[in-house]
T-cell receptor, first 112, second 112 residues
Framework: AQSVTQPDIHITVSEGASLELRCNYSYGATPYLFWYVQSPGQGLQLLLK??????LVQGIKGFEAEFKRSQSSFNLRKPSVHWSDAAEYFC??????????FGTGTRLQVFP | ETGVTQSPTHLIKTRGQQVTLRCSSQSGHNTVSWYQQALGQGPQFIFQYYREEENGRGNFPPRFSGLQFPNYSSELNVNALELDDSALYLCASSFFQRDEQFFGPGTRLTVL
């Protein structure tokens, strides 16, 4: 079955600390992979996407993610977190850019 | 360039009633996808409309139906509302299978 697992429901970090959010997927075909961010009361904003090519992808707001086919993972990283990064983060997979399967999300809390 | 807009912002209905949610796609986009996001969950794909035809459907019953109009705006209709239909309904527009989809802010539906 096609699915996305985000093992961490809630993560708390201090401002300036590094961040890694985990994402594992199960998908039969070559996946399109995405990370979205959702602030309270807002829709989803795309942080970055992976279709093919270089397995390390750069996104907006200083985020990056690495595709590891052998581990079926697409973890999101940021070297230094800002208080404004506090939000809900969703990993998603699809056969194209739409009709996506989302994980249950990771809530990021940032302490000053 | 106008982004994706949705109306209404909030809606309260009672069990058994019917509801219509509306979405205006981003300028130049011809595809609209609808997602349901229950509290504490990731978005779930309901269906997609392309050129006024349904183009893919997730695991939702037939009482969830939709329309797409010649200007590419869309409606989501839900009949015989159930308590579990309470959720944030997100609309996303895109140019068919190209690049990313852009999400609207959502409609919060509460079923009492």
């Amino acid at each position: 079955a096609q699915s996305v697992t985000q093992p961490d429901i809630h993560i708390t970090v201090s401002e300036g600390a590094s961040l890694e959010l985990r994402c594992n997927y199960s998908y039969g075909a070559t996946p399109y992979l995405f990370w979205y961010v959702q602030s309270p009361g807002q829709g989803l904003q795309l942080l970055l996407k992976y279709f093919s090519g270089d397995t390390l992808v750069q996104g907006i707001k200083g985020f990056e993610a690495e595709f590891k086919r052998s581990q079926s993972s697409f973890n999101l990283r940021k070297p230094s977190v800002h208080w404004s990064d506090a939000a809900e983060y969703f990993c998603a997979v699809g056969s194209n850019t739409d009709k996506l399967i989302f994980g249950t999300g990771t809530r990021l809390q940032v302490f000053p | 360039e106008t982004g994706v807009t949705q109306s209404p912002t909030h809606l309260i209905k009672t069990r058994g009633q019917q509801v219509t949610l509306r979405c205006s796609s981003q300028s130049g986009h011809n595809t609209v996808s609808w997602y349901q996001q229950a509290l504490g969950q990731g978005p779930q794909f309901i269906f997609q409309y392309y050129r006024e035809e349904e183009n893919g459907r997730g695991n939702f019953p037939p009482r969830f139906s939709g329309l797409q109009f010649p200007n590419y705006s869309s409606e989501l209709n839900v009949n015989a509302l159930e308590l579990d239909d309470s959720a944030l309904y997100l609309c996303a527009s895109s140019f068919f299978q190209r690049d990313e989809q852009f999400f609207g802010p959502g409609t919060r539906l509460t079923v009492l």
